[in-house]
């Protein structure tokens, strides 16, 4: 599985973006995928992640109530919607693909990665 992401740029304290992660290679839909993000200086960590069908999703707390994770199958595409950015969430967002469908939160259960897209949050 190749993933591709897109979406990132910059933006202003309290807008949004939607970040995308393409795959392509073997079947995307039995897999789980996870958002995660390394800022400047700092470890990579978890942001988001939704198991195979969409039906379970589950966020890191700096971000609940304002990124929403989703994917569809049939484009083999996931997404996330962040609203109400904060230059916080300014980092460099992985999405990422395990050969599971559960969710998990651990980055090293993961086994396909995308690049890498930049958020920049201005205050």
């Known amino acids: 599985v190749q993933l591709q992401a897109s979406g990132g740029g910059l933006v202003q304290a309290g807008g949004s973006l939607r970040l995308s992660c393409a795959a392509s290679?073997?079947?995307?839909?039995?897999?789980?995928m996870g958002w995660f993000r390394q800022a400047p200086g700092k470890e990579r960590e978890f942001v988001a992640v939704?198991?195979?069908?969409?039906?379970?999703?589950d966020y890191a707390d700096s971000v609940k109530g304002r990124f929403s994770i989703s994917r569809d199958n049939a484009k083999n595409t996931a997404y996330l919607q962040m609203n109400s950015l904060k230059p916080e969430d300014t980092a460099v967002y992985y999405c990422?693909?395990?050969?599971?469908?559960?969710?998990?939160?651990?980055?090293?259960?993961?086994?396909?990665w995308g690049q890498g897209t930049q958020v920049t949050v201005s205050s």
């Open positions: 939704i198991n195979w069908n969409g039906g379970i999703t």
């Open positions: 290679g073997r079947t995307f839909s039995g897999y789980a």
């Open positions: 990422a693909a395990r050969r599971r469908s559960e969710v998990a939160y651990n980055q090293r259960v993961y086994d396909y």
